[in-house]
């Protein structure tokens, strides 16, 4: 673990608030002046919502797309309207779900082995 | 002097200006030669006849080979020389005059290794990456870097006595040391010499739960040092791989394993540089999946997506390589729960990464598509259905590096409210770089000169190549439902609470085997001995001095045995027999 934990994190590391995009908007000012052309529009309030439903919408296009082209499958499976995809969602979601699992049986502490990063050293590193 | 140019193998060029280099304190001179002599080794190779010893020597009774190009190698030599280039470039900011001189020897002992002809010529370099690749390593100068490298050490020195006793087995069957001829041919893996090259190989190529020194090592190097480590070792083994055992079903199943497992971990890893390695194990699964295939009529196919997307592998994961090195620059750490929102303060880096993270993704008009799409249209056509399975659930998978960690968590997500320069202009001339490579080599060939048939036309098989649709209807729109669907099942859960949230901690891993539970049998074995030693040499004195005071009893001058007349005079008789059985047996004898 390391050994200071930020403001906005409980000992675990966990985020105590799932509140964000309440950056002071006058932090833009210490920005670098691309980011705010080009990725500004990520921290609006409505922006995950945006681009979760503009998701859905491009997965249904192409889902219907598979109405338009033949896929000319070797295997059954492939035959299955929208197969690709929803085979994507599901294998992801699997893997993602499993990361319950594993984070619980094999995340351990970060010095387990013994070789994490002391302070003294972390310091003696910044020097060089 | 053409022809003198012309024999002049690119790698031992490297090589030579790498020990220059590691002794040359003027910065400016120094940093122009890491830059030349990479560009010069791409003139060399490039006009480089194919086919043909273009250099020879003999040692100890073997013929070597020391400079071959084939349709093989040519485009792992040259993925390798456009690394050690970029790394190059991307390691100017640092007047570090060792890291310099290791890096251009590893990268031309690799170079030298894939263009070597021979066994023998191979072993060598294969050792010196092995060594070069410590010294990397160990310029991190932390404790945890020393540790990780001396295992590294360790396990590449096993790899290279495997090889070394696997190619004295295939001298000794074949009766000579060169490569199998032809691209495609290989060996069969029957008999323990072919096994212990095959194992010598796995070991560097990362095979399941021989892949903990990659996941251990990597992620502890320096900066720049991480960047130079993901080029080589790995591709020089799927190099290998493709030369020697191309068509050998072990293959495609460790190789699916390799590309599926390590996206699981990946997912909660917290390092980023730990998340990249994994990230390449599982591409490497990949190519060794396409190598297991490669015969019968999809071997033309095979081996050009494993040759091909070694290619690009060593630029995109080069590239997020790269970016995370940038990260660790500026922000001091690569733990993604102290990272988050940092496109505020470096939106240049951040758009390379995602460049990156889509070219890993394999999305359209990025390189990998060009390749990883060859690969699954080979595994198609042999018919092997769970592999292909494994390979598209991977390809989901890989999303997890791609697009959650390095574009998401470390990007965007929310915000650490670390605010830093954006990384310095020679590392994102290297980015940049990287990336303008990432894009040309896959887009439609529509302007000549650029696009994925470039590529196409330097691995094994051109007409092969050419040949195949990339940028049909159906190919699109299948890798696009795949990733798009994919995205939105992460979303989703998110959206839910359902995704396991980044922590810090450590992922154990399978170098917990030795880490581990090895340490602590060596340790318990240590204090056992520490009581028992000392007990059992306690017993055995107090026995010996026992038996000794018997025997001293019984049989000393002052002793039972020899008081009383019997036994002198036995003594006598015994020493007269003696003697007359001596004479005996010398009479007879004669």
């Known amino acids: 673990m390391s050994d200071v934990i930020p403001p906005d994190r409980d000992e675990t590391g966990r985020f105590v608030s799932a509140k964000r995009s309440d950056t002071p908007t006058d932090d833009r000012a210490n920005w670098h002046p691309l980011a705010r052309s080009l990725f500004g529009w990520t921290t609006g309030a409505k922006a995950p919502a945006l681009l979760f439903w503009g998701m859905v919408l491009l997965g249904a296009l192409l889902i219907l797309g598979d109405l338009l082209v033949d896929h000319k499958s070797k295997f059954e499976i492939q035959n299955l309207f929208g197969f690709y995809g929803f085979f994507g969602f599901i294998a992801f979601g699997v893997i993602i779900l499993a990361g319950w699992l594993l984070g619980y049986l094999l995340r351990r502490d970060e010095d387990y082995y013994g070789d994490a990063e002391t302070a003294q050293e972390r310091a003696w590193s910044e020097e060089r | ?590």
Request: glycine share 8%.
């Open chain 2, 1 to 590: 002097m053409p022809e003198l140019l012309a024999s002049l193998n690119p790698g031992l060029l490297l090589i030579a200006a790498g020990v220059l280099c590691a002794l040359l304190p003027q910065r400016q001179i120094r940093q122009a030669l890491t830059v030349a002599v990479p560009l010069l080794g791409l003139v060399l190779l490039m006009q480089a006849p194919h086919g043909q010893n273009l250099a020879e020597a003999r040692m100890m009774g073997l013929d070597l080979i020391l400079y071959r190009v084939d349709n093989l190698n040519f485009v792992f030599a040259l993925a390798f020389l456009i690394a050690v280039l970029l790394n190059a470039v991307y390691a100017m900011h640092d007047d570090n005059r060792l890291h310099d001189g290791v890096a251009l020897i590893y990268g031309g002992a690799s170079v030298a290794a894939v263009l070597a002809g021979d066994l023998m010529t191979l072993f060598i370099f294969w050792e010196i990456t092995a060594i070069s690749s410590v010294v990397v390593i160990l310029q991190a100068r932390t404790r945890a870097a020393y540790g990780a490298s001396m295992r590294y050490l360790a396990i590449q020195i096993l790899s290279g006595v495997l090889l070394l006793n696997g190619a004295a087995w295939y001298l000794n069957a074949n009766d000579t040391l060169m490569l199998p001829g032809q691209v495609g041919e290989g060996i069969d893996l029957d008999g323990p010499g072919a096994w212990l090259l095959f194992i010598a190989f796995g070991i560097k190529a990362a095979f399941p739960l021989l892949h903990s020194w990659l996941v251990d090592a990597y992620p502890k190097a320096t900066v720049t040092g991480a960047v130079v480590l993901s080029a080589f070792t790995t591709k020089l083994a799927v190099y290998t791989l493709a030369r020697f055992f191309p068509g050998e079903t072990p293959l495609v199943w460790l190789g699916a394993a390799m590309a599926l497992f390590p996206v699981f971990l990946a997912l909660i890893e917290n390092d980023l540089r730990k998340v990249l390695a994994l990230g390449l194990v599982s591409q490497n699964g990949f190519m060794l999946a396409a190598i297991g295939v490669a015969s019968d009529n999809h071997m033309q196919t095979a081996l050009n997506g494993a040759a091909g997307h070694a290619f690009v592998c060593v630029i995109y994961m080069g590239l997020l390589f790269m970016v995370t090195g940038a990260l660790i620059h500026r922000t001091g750490t690569a733990k993604i729960s102290e990272l988050g929102g940092l496109f505020r303060s470096m939106p240049v880096t951040a758009i390379f990464a995602i460049i990156g993270g889509l070219t890993l993704a394999a999305v359209p008009l990025f390189s990998a598509f060009a390749t990883k799409s060859l690969i699954i249209e080979a595994v198609k056509s042999s018919s092997a259905f769970w592999v292909w399975i494994s390979l598209y659930a991977a390809s989901a998978g890989v999303l997890a590096v791609g697009a959650l960690k390095v574009p998401f968590h470390a990007f965007f997500g929310r915000d650490s409210g670390k605010r830093v320069d954006e990384a310095p202009f020679n590392m994102l001339l290297a980015m940049g770089l990287a990336a303008l490579l990432c894009i040309l080599v896959g887009l439609p060939g529509v302007i000549p000169g650029f696009g994925y048939e470039v590529l196409y036309n330097m691995l094994p098989y051109p007409e092969a190549a050419r040949g195949y649709k990339l940028f049909t209807a159906s190919h699109v729109l299948t890798q696009l439902q795949l990733l798009v669907l994919a995205l939105l099942a992460f979303m989703l859960l998110r959206r839910l609470g359902l995704y396991p949230s980044e922590k810090p901690g450590l992922v154990l891993d399978s170098d917990w085997i030795y880490r581990r539970v090895g340490y602590d049998l060596a340790s318990w074995a240590n204090r056992v001995w520490k009581k028992a030693g000392p007990a059992m040499s306690a017993g055995l004195n107090r026995g010996g001095a026992r038996l000794y005071h018997r025997i001293e009893a019984a049989s000393s001058p002052q002793g039972q045995l020899s008081r009383g007349l019997v036994s002198q005079s036995m003594a006598v008789w015994t020493a007269v027999i003696l003697g007359i059985v001596l004479i005996l047996t010398l009479i007879v004898a004669s």
